[in-house]
């Protein structure tokens, strides 16, 4: 039996996906081998990847200026690439904090230029996003960075900043293809795997032609954003194998019908498990409501003296990795694409029984 896996990340995976990489494991197509045997340069893989690209162009219509780059690095690494890259000889660049994440972004930031903080929800103790009237944009700066779903926290933007002709950068990681979005809006979107795209290895880049650029100097040679365009996401081996869990992941997207249905599915789930720990005077909740994100849930018990017991008992029942994040405590359900329906049904129906019992 498959368990219910509420993991941040890396986190569930389409059993349809796991299921056909199971059956192509150790003879890919006829060939004899698995995909992470294979060349990368041969012609198989290249098809793998080029079909990989093809279905994401699809899956967000991205338009013709933007190009795709699958990065070895994980998300963090963009957080030293976007300045190394993106400065173009500015000094100075635009970053929103909204939590954890973003936070991790701005500190690293700091490494390679002045940032200023346009706009902070750190007062608020990250339970809501800094409305935009209150966000102080430097227009000289070389870029704006912000987080639109902080995994930790629990909050979820679900609308864009106006910034401008300055580029907008947005790390997207946590809730990626589980909406559409007017990628035209951004500069550039990056991503890390481990949540809607497929396993851990992976992040994946969208940027607008003419932010590629030949980068700061002393920039190591794969973190150049350029370089990587003009070498097709290969300046060195890819992590093949990963490429070509996400093409089939992208490829079950669009089997169930798009990003359409993954945006009405998050809401259709977000909103079941919402509603029941609003209902309840036994959960608690910290973000206000109009910011609070459809994949990642933190919440807490009244009392915590039952954590234990809790995460014990949902084992039993084989739902999975509801611990909250180390910095936050608690809980979280994280419940991206792959989660099924019926996945927060169980955990609704838990929760509940759990309150009957114990509250
Ligand atoms: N950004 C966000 C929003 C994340 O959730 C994470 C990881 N959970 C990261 C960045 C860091 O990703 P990685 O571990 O792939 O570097």
């Given at each position: 039996?498959?368990?219910?896996?509420?993991?941040?990340?890396?986190?569930?995976?389409?059993?349809?996906?796991?299921?056909?990489?199971?059956?192509?494991?150790?003879?890919?197509?006829?060939?004899?081998?698995?995909?992470?045997?294979?060349?990368?340069?041969?012609?198989?893989?290249?098809?793998?990847?080029?079909?990989?690209?093809?279905?994401?162009?699809?899956?967000?219509?991205?338009?013709?200026?933007?190009?795709?780059?699958?990065?070895?690095?994980?998300?963090?690494?963009?957080?030293?690439?976007?300045?190394?890259?993106?400065?173009?000889?500015?000094?100075?660049?635009?970053?929103?904090?909204?939590g954890y994440w973003s936070?991790r972004?701005?500190?690293?930031?700091?490494?390679?230029?002045?940032?200023?903080?346009?706009?902070?929800?750190?007062?608020?103790?990250?339970?809501?996003?800094?409305?935009?009237?209150?966000?102080?944009?430097?227009?000289?700066?070389?870029?704006?960075?912000?987080c639109?779903?902080e995994t930790?926290?629990?909050?979820?933007?679900?609308?864009?900043?106006?910034?401008?002709?300055?580029?907008?950068?947005?790390?997207?990681?946590?809730?990626?293809?589980?909406?559409?979005?007017?990628?035209?809006?951004?500069?550039?979107?990056?991503?890390?795997?481990?949540?809607?795209?497929?396993?851990?290895?992976?992040?994946?880049?969208?940027?607008?032609?003419?932010?590629?650029?030949?980068?700061?100097?002393?920039?190591?040679?794969?973190?150049?954003?350029?370089?990587?365009?003009?070498?097709?996401?290969?300046?060195?081996?890819?992590?093949?194998?990963?490429?070509?869990?996400?093409?089939?992941?992208?490829?079950?997207?669009?089997?169930?019908?798009?990003?359409?249905?993954?945006?009405?599915?998050?809401?259709?789930?977000?909103?079941?498990?919402?509603?029941?720990?609003?209902?309840?005077?036994?959960?608690?909740?910290?973000?206000?409501?109009?910011?609070?994100?459809?994949?990642?849930?933190?919440?807490?018990?009244?009392?915590?003296?039952?954590?234990?017991?809790?995460?014990?008992?949902?084992?039993?029942?084989?739902?999975?990795?509801?611990?909250?994040?180390?910095?936050?405590?608690?809980?979280?359900?994280?419940?991206?694409?792959?989660?099924?329906?019926?996945?927060?049904?169980?955990?609704?129906?838990?929760?509940?029984?759990?309150?009957?019992?114990?509250?």
């Amino acid at each position: 039996m498959r368990a219910y896996n509420f993991s941040a990340g890396p986190a569930t995976l389409p059993t349809e996906v796991l299921t056909q990489v199971q059956e192509e494991l150790l003879d890919w197509r006829g060939k004899g081998v698995s995909v992470m045997e294979l060349s990368h340069r041969g012609p198989e893989f290249m098809e793998i990847l080029a079909t990989a690209e093809r279905d994401l162009r699809a899956l967000l219509a991205i338009p013709d200026h933007y190009r795709v780059i699958f990065c070895q690095e994980g998300a963090s690494a963009h957080w030293d690439m976007i300045p190394l890259n993106l400065l173009q000889g500015r000094s100075r660049a635009d970053y929103i904090e909204t939590g954890y994440w973003s936070y991790r972004a701005i500190e690293e930031g700091r490494r390679y230029c002045q940032v200023n903080i346009a706009a902070s929800n750190r007062r608020d103790k990250f339970c809501a996003l800094p409305s935009f009237e209150e966000w102080r944009l430097d227009p000289g700066a070389a870029y704006v960075h912000y987080c639109s779903n902080e995994t930790i926290d629990g909050l979820e933007f679900n609308w864009i900043p106006d910034v401008g002709k300055v580029p907008l950068v947005v790390d997207m990681s946590s809730h990626f293809l589980s909406r559409s979005v007017p990628v035209e809006r951004f500069g550039m979107i990056y991503a890390g795997a481990q949540k809607n795209i497929g396993p851990a290895g992976l992040s994946l880049v969208i940027i607008r032609d003419d932010l590629l650029r030949t980068p700061a100097p002393g920039t190591p040679f794969l973190m150049d954003y350029h370089a990587q365009v003009l070498a097709n996401s290969m300046l060195n081996t890819p992590p093949t194998f990963t490429i070509w869990v996400a093409g089939l992941v992208f490829q079950w997207i669009k089997r169930q019908g798009g990003l359409e249905v993954m945006d009405r599915q998050a809401q259709q789930k977000s909103e079941l498990l919402y509603t029941t720990l609003d209902r309840s005077g036994f959960y608690r909740t910290t973000v206000k409501p109009a910011d609070r994100s459809r994949m990642n849930i933190p919440f807490h018990l009244l009392d915590p003296v039952l954590d234990e017991v809790f995460l014990r008992e949902a084992e039993s029942r084989h739902l999975l990795q509801l611990r909250g994040h180390r910095m936050s405590g608690g809980f979280r359900a994280s419940i991206y694409n792959a989660m099924p329906v019926a996945g927060v049904h169980a955990l609704v129906d838990f929760l509940e029984e759990f309150e009957r019992h114990y509250g």
